[in-house]
């Protein structure tokens, strides 16, 4: 399994662009990048997923160089209910490989 | 329902009691996961199934932990002789299939809460 290394939390102020780097140097041929988002006393939700270069949403944005060692999750203008926790995952979506999760960074989003 | 629906919400066990936790999955995905998550933590891998075949039970923490799909739909997780350290949210999530870039979007339940006193 890919190991993940994200920011334990950020900050950042309502209608600001955010950016959360993950770092997984050991990434597989056939791993996909997934992001998760999780609130408090709920299960996370599916944010979006990619294999390579850029994919986009109605949601985020997700940016993947060619080497595939780092992606990079873009919030566009964040608001106060975008305050979570973001789960980056790397694996092979054929099986329960890919929803493996680490320990997430904590955004928090200031008025 | 729409969701994965997970029942009960809250459990209180005594120590050393048995725990049943069930999942309802969305109708139809074949792939079923099981998750421990402590407070503060991210969710801790137990075990996935597809369809009635459990393919990974490799997060499973002890022989105490057991689960099982035997149709293919609903799930059980139970847990015997629970002790405190159980005590955390278990989450279950379904996805519709395995394998296809399109469609390996897990879907969660709202989760268990365990407290075992």
């Known amino acids: 399994l890919a190991k993940t290394t994200q920011p334990i939390s950020m900050d950042s102020y309502e209608g600001q662009e955010v950016n959360i780097t993950c770092s997984h140097n050991?990434?597989?041929?056939?791993?996909?990048i997934t992001w998760y988002q999780q609130f408090p006393s709920q299960g996370p939700r599916f944010i979006i997923q990619?294999?390579?270069t850029k994919v986009t949403n109605e949601v985020a944005s997700l940016f993947i160089p060619a080497d595939r060692k780092s992606s990079t999750l873009s919030l566009p203008r964040v608001s106060l209910s975008d305050t979570a926790v973001y789960y980056c995952?790397?694996?092979?979506?054929?099986?329960?490989?890919?929803?493996?999760f680490g320990t997430g960074t904590r955004l928090t989003v200031i008025p | 329902g729409a969701g994965v629906s997970q029942s009960p919400r809250y459990k209180v066990a005594k120590r050393g009691q048995d725990v049943a936790l069930r999942c309802d999955p969305i109708?139809?995905?074949?792939?079923l996961f099981w998750y421990q998550q402590a407070l503060g933590q991210g969710p801790e891998f137990l075990t996935y199934?597809?369809?009635?075949?459990?393919?990974?039970k490799s997060g499973l923490p002890s022989d105490r932990f057991f689960a099982e799909r035997p149709e293919g739909s609903v799930s059980t997780l139970k847990i015997q002789r629970t002790q405190q350290e159980d005590s955390a949210v278990y989450l279950c999530?379904?996805?519709?299939?395995?394998?296809?870039?399109?469609?390996?979007?897990?879907?969660f339940g709202q989760g268990t809460r365990l407290t075992v006193v």
């Open positions: 995952l790397v694996g092979d979506i054929s099986g329960a490989n890919n929803l493996f």
């Open positions: 990619g294999y390579k």
């Open positions: 109708s139809g995905h074949v792939s």
């Open positions: 199934f597809q369809n009635e075949a459990q393919l990974d």
């Open positions: 999530a379904s996805s519709l299939v395995a394998g296809d870039p399109m469609n390996t979007e897990a879907f």
């Open positions: 050991n990434i597989a041929t056939n791993d996909y």
